[in-house]
């Protein structure tokens, strides 16, 4: 059966934190943490906030480890108590809301191949996106696309934070082969980590699942079907490696 539909992971794969992205904006999420404490009439200093905030993401990591959805809700949650804030639903709620479109405030950098294969494979086959999202939700991630002119060439997303489920589970690309009116038998999945991404679509029934090297290299299980550094590397792969000729649609 040929190639209908690819998926991709966003971060690691498409896309990644531009140079300045972080300083920035870890400055104002800090700052939000310290209005809401001041707002919570705590007082609270800056390195208990820093200290917080670490704590929370280790547990961002273990429940995502676990194939377990973190929201930023939860997340914020978390922090109220490292801090001793009073736990206010609506409180908790502005301040995650307040943090997750600080996540606007930096721009990401396109990684090697994205803006010169994305448009070109968007003529031949349908193009989706399954992440796993944290802070920076599926909403931001999405208006990410649009500032570099991509959103439209997906027809298909899948985002953590909307679906409830993180990869490896299948109901993640489910959600956006669904979409995209595509099956898992005539799809691609491209990804850099392989015990979501390979292991993930091929669980799903992905015939062919390739781990992106351009970013970072991660070891691990199952063997993709390719490995490749840029997207442009895509093309020969499709034609040739796999032996399924571009369809249109």
Known sequence: MSIRAITFDFWGTLFTEGPEYAGPIKALRNEILLDAASEAGVTVEIDAVMEAWRQAALDFEAAWQAEQVMTPFDRVARIFGYLGLPYDEG??????????????????????????????????????????TSIATGRILQEHLKRHGL???????????????????????????????????????????????????????????????????????????????????????????????????
């Open 151 to 249: 959103h439209h060439l997906f027809s298909g997303f899948s985002f953590s934070d909307e679906t409830g489920v993180v990869k490896p589970r299948p109901e993640a690309f489910l959600a956006a082969l669904d979409e995209m009116g595509a099956r898992p038998e005539e799809a691609l999945h491209v990804g850099d980590i392989p015990r979501t991404d390979i292991a993930g679509a091929f669980q799903t029934g992905y015939p062919w699942a390739v781990l992106y090297t351009g970013h970072t290299h991660r070891n691990g299980g199952p063997e993709p079907t390719a490995r490749i550094a840029n997207h442009q590397e895509l093309f020969p792969l499709l034609e040739g490696v796999i032996g399924h000729p571009p369809r249109a649609l």
């Open 91 to 132: 409180h908790i709620a502005l301040t995650a809301k307040r943090i997750v479109e600080a996540s606007l405030e930096g721009s990401l950098v396109p990684l090697p191949g994205v803006l010169e294969a994305l448009p070109k494979l968007a003529q031949r086959y349908k193009l989706g996106i399954v992440s796993d």
